[in-house]
């Protein structure tokens, strides 16, 4: 076969074409890897240095993070009482009554309690949280035999009854019998 001159000529295919292509994560890391094993043998350093400090890292790294704990381990383990005994309702009363208080004394829900008072609407989030604190607190306070039900009854009454006079009052004040003892 004859060989033949490589000419500087555009040949019939036209110019080479390249394409660019952006690299994606995983080629990066396959070159970073290769890179990696392209390097063999120690590390450049002194030929004294035995790598102290790398098994210091390594100790550290492995040391349990409970040793040195300062926090107080309990000697004697409380029993606690079956939730349906007599004793466990106690607690979960207690526990209620503390809840109560805790919704009594939220301050997010008495200032949204008075806003709602003064006729600003509130949005729909902040709307749910408050019938959510409320239901709670009706039912706690169902629980802890705190709520009557007389109560919304109580409020619609006076519209709707007469208006008493001072002789009615002063009548049923002196039927009124008080037991001394």
């Known amino acids: 076969m004859t060989r033949k001159k490589k000419a ?3 040949g019939s295919e036209g110019p080479a074409q390249y394409k ?8 990066i890391a ?3 890897a290769k ?10 350093g002194s030929r004294h240095s035995d790598g102290t400090v790398e098994q210091q890292r390594t100790a550290h790294a492995q040391r349990d993070p409970r040793l040195g704990s300062k926090t107080a ?6 029993q606690k009482p079956h939730p349906k005994s007599a004793a466990g309702k106690k607690v979960r ?9 805790m919704l009594e004394n ?14 600003e609407k509130l949005g729909a989030g902040l709307q749910s949280y408050v019938d959510e604190k409320l239901d709670r607190l009706e039912v706690l ?24 006079g001072d002789d009615d009052l002063l009548a049923e004040f002196e039927n009124v019998k008080f037991d001394q003892e």
């Open 8 to 10: 500087r000529k555009v």
């Open 20 to 27: 660019d292509r952006s690299l994606s994560r995983d080629d």
């Open 30 to 32: 396959a070159l970073a």
């Open 35 to 44: 890179r990696k094993n392209r390097r063999k043998g120690l590390k450049a």
């Open 73 to 78: 381990v309990p000697l004697i383990v409380e």
């Open 93 to 101: 009363r207690i526990s209620a009554e503390k809840e109560l208080e």
């Open 106 to 119: 939220d301050a997010q829900l008495n200032v949204l309690l008075d806003r709602i008072e003064n006729g």
């Open 141 to 164: 306070m169902k629980q802890l035999g705190l709520f009557d039900q007389d109560e919304p009854e109580a409020d619609e009454a006076p519209k709707k009854a007469k208006r008493r």
